[in-house]
């Protein structure tokens, strides 16, 4: 009896064993591609999610699984991480495109999604083709044309509007030509400013932009405050508000006051209304002074349009000839503000402002990651601000930004840790985009592709795009 039990007993081990290891058994999965044994980092979260030697499945241009093991996960194309980090698709939130050529120069340095703004006719059907696989390139969001009134900070491109009339009429051509966010500008009136909030928000369209101050009057901001206070703005909560250099001078009057910056980031935070960064656009200001110019064509500028490039003369020529040290002055306290703020809980993003002056394609973005890295903010926050956080304020969190089951197969993976050196993330040693592995040879490809520019095509976008809303190109053609 007691050997009866006791094969019993074993008999009934085993199958205890058999159903056990049944039930734990990884659910078999076939997708497009399999990365194997990278170091994934996630950002949802105040500190960093971390998996050692993950195996990542891509299918359908999503991610399909992540797990610790190979088990049962198979694809004919499989990559291997050699346990290398791997992070989600870095987002520009502030870029000036000017031609499909340069697009590819973005995504060799691991930059997946970007928001133009400055909208023309031509990116609403670029931005579809980006997505139908038509064209290699980044996602692309894109505001309209930038309205703005006449005064010191007006350029040709921008859709001018000075009375409330003019700025319904101008957001709702937009609105109709199927832009879907509108950005402002410094010098728009209070009427004008105050209608495209109305119009705006009917509409359903986020505002973004610098913060209009209203007409610029002699003695501001130094002995006179602003027509339209930074308060005013900050409480029609904006989508972003646009550059640290402007917050500072629109908020702080110009002034260099560590006290008053925290006052104002806590005022920001309070408003829950997120803050593009952007210390590069400044800090290449300071380039090209510190180098009489020379930086104006330094490795890198040969992919910047070059139909832009030529608009850009007298500013060249303006900041080759300044003085370096007060603008020195101007970058380390933006980059302080940038740390305040970070302090004070303002959502801060990433944005460089490429496409104009001398800031390059895609190079850029890790570039401003190192000068956020190096005003104080730690490597995890910092990329946090370009993976994200720009899918929280875009409204896509839980779809891309991340490195798990459902989220957008964009993702870069990166030779070393950009937790312990931000560098690291400068330079991927390849890229997943839309489910499609980009070994470093196809980024440096699309990369020296990104230097071969059509101007005849470039001139159709800007020119015929202008004409659209109005702008008299005549000064420009010379007809």
Known sequence: MRQTLKGFGAVLAVGLLAACASAVAPEPLTGDLLIRDVRTIGFEGETPAIRENAYVLVKDGKILAVRETAEGLSAPETVDGAGRTMVPGLT??????????????????????????????????????????????????????????????AQINHQMVETADEARAAVAWQAEAGFDRIKVYSNLTRPAYKAIIEEAAARGMPVVGHTPEGVREEGMPKDKPFNVSFEEVLADHFETIEHIESVVWHGLRNRHDEAAARALGRKIAAEGVPVTATLLAHRNLLLVAETGGAATSRPGTELLNLVEQQTEGGNFEFWAGQDPAPVADDAAFYAQVAKIFQEEGVTLLAGTDAGIFTNIPGKSLGEELALLTAAGLSPYDVLRSATYTPSVVLGTAGQDGCVEAGCAADLVLLPCDPLADIACATEPAGLVYRGEWLDRAALDGLRQASAQQDTERTMANVFGGMAEYGVDLSALTGE
């Open 92 to 153: 520009d939130m502030h870029v000036h495109i000017w031609d499909e050529a340069e697009l590819g120069a973005y995504l060799s340095w691991g930059v997946t999604r970007v928001r133009n703004m400055s909208g023309l006719s031509f990116h609403l059907p670029l931005a579809k083709r980006i997505e139908a696989g038509e064209v290699m390139g980044p996602h692309l969001i894109t505001s309209g044309p930038i309205l703005n009134s006449p005064g010191p900070n």
